[in-house]
């Protein structure tokens, strides 16, 4: 093979064993730029080996809708440009565009859908629990109808969770499904314990801790408490979700409410959707501000809906001997300490771009640099693998293609 083919893989290459490693993939804020302390980002070793494939879905999962479509429109610009340049007809170009937005669509779509090995957040502290307050199983009408509890609670253990709360919408079958394979102890496994997510001034969705099925007589179709007489045997307890239309109005909305919000205790800085991570990008001083004001916790959430499979938060939180408790205790641990403690959850964060306003254009250089820096070295040895293979795999293809034209 000619040394000028080889100068685009040995500059990946390059690229990938000079730059990896650079990039924290865990911080404890959005912008932050050292290493979280305490805990790992684990990847098993199927992760680790499809690592250019695991990385940029991954990081394609965790875009929000702004910036998913600057990355589209960057990459059809490039490859359009490219195309001009070297002055291609003008059917050229377009078949290019297309075949450059069919595939960028497949990987949007292998993102969602492609079940694959999933990173993993490990502690240093046997003490401290991983949790996810809203979560969904095919019981709310908006989720993937496969997605069963089960399927909840397997995502939640390729993510590194240790509790998460199913939160479906007024619904509280899947919750109800997901307890009886409760494991005896909490630290046997991945326990799944009962929410609920409802709507609130028609505007604002709340989740509430704790609340179950005995409490449904309680509430009205859209998730409000209309009476006190609640008969679950937890306290419950009220987080405020995103994405929400109108943060501004929300102080006022909370205090002036004739619906109650039992304990209300919490706000989501981080929500998984595509449009809460856009929240979080757009007004994340306004949510903390507002946090600060009412006295709220901030908590994350991975509002699963049975798509993708990567984790843009956890919440730590410090139980000890949580293991050797069944999960309603630790539910119920939790919950009081959100009530007693709105300094008792530490959000961690997957790094991700978090571009906002006109710098969402650059969305997808950012990106890279954060893909490419945060290899590990036995990713980056992965990704060399790869890129060589993929240029054999070229170098065979032309040559097929030459003989077949002699």
Do not use: C
Request: glycine share 8%.
């Amino acid at each position: 093979m000619p040394m000028r083919k080889l100068i685009i893989p040995l500059g990946l290459a390059v690229i990938v064993l000079a730059f990896g490693g650079r990039v924290p993939n865990l911080v404890d804020n959005p912008h932050a730029t050292t290493p979280a302390a305490g805990v790992t980002l684990a990847l098993p070793t199927s992760y680790v080996v499809l690592s250019p494939f695991s990385r940029i879905l991954d990081a394609l999962t965790l875009l929000s809708t702004a910036q998913s479509i600057a990355v589209i429109v960057t990459v059809v610009a490039v490859v359009a440009g490219w195309k001009v340049v070297r002055r291609r007809k003008l059917k050229s170009v377009a078949i290019s565009i297309a075949a450059t937005l069919l595939m960028v669509g497949i990987l949007e779509a292998a993102a969602a859908f492609l079940p694959r090995p999933m990173a993993s957040l490990t502690v240093d502290n046997p003490d401290i629990v991983r949790v996810d307050f809203h979560s969904h199983t095919a019981a709310s009408h908006d989720v993937r109808q496969s997605f069963s509890a089960e399927d909840n609670r397997q995502w939640h253990r390729g993510g590194g969770f240790d509790i998460a709360y199913i939160t479906d919408h007024v619904k509280f079958g899947g919750a109800e499904a997901a307890l009886a394979r409760n494991p005896k102890l909490a630290g046997q496994g991945v326990s799944l314990v009962e929410g609920m997510e409802g709507r609130y001034h028609k505007i604002m969705s709340t989740v509430i801790l704790g609340i179950t099925a005995m409490d449904a007589p309680a509430l009205n179709e859209r998730g409000n408490i209309l009476s006190a007489q609640l008969k679950s045997p937890r306290e419950p307890v009220t987080i405020i979700a995103i994405p929400n239309r109108n943060l501004d109005s929300l102080s006022a909305r909370v205090r002036d409410s004739a619906v109650a919000l039992p304990n209300l205790a919490g706000i989501e800085l981080v929500d998984a959707a595509p449009r809460g991570l856009a929240q979080l990008d757009r007004e994340e001083s306004k949510i903390r501000s507002l946090a600060r004001e009412l006295g709220l916790a901030l908590v994350a959430g991975s509002n699963n809906h049975g798509y993708g499979r990567a984790v843009a938060a956890w919440n730590l939180m410090k139980v000890p001997a949580w293991r050797s408790m069944r999960s309603d205790a630790v539910a119920s641990a939790i919950e009081n300490q959100l009530r007693a403690d709105r300094a008792s959850v530490r959000i961690v964060h997957r790094t991700r771009p978090g571009t906002s306003g006109f710098k969402v254009v650059g969305t997808l250089p950012i990106l890279a640099a954060q893909v490419v820096g945060g290899l590990s070295l036995t990713e980056r040895i992965s990704w060399i693998v790869w890129i060589g293979f993929a240029t054999v795999l070229t170098s065979l293809k032309k040559r097929r293609g030459s003989r077949a034209l002699a």
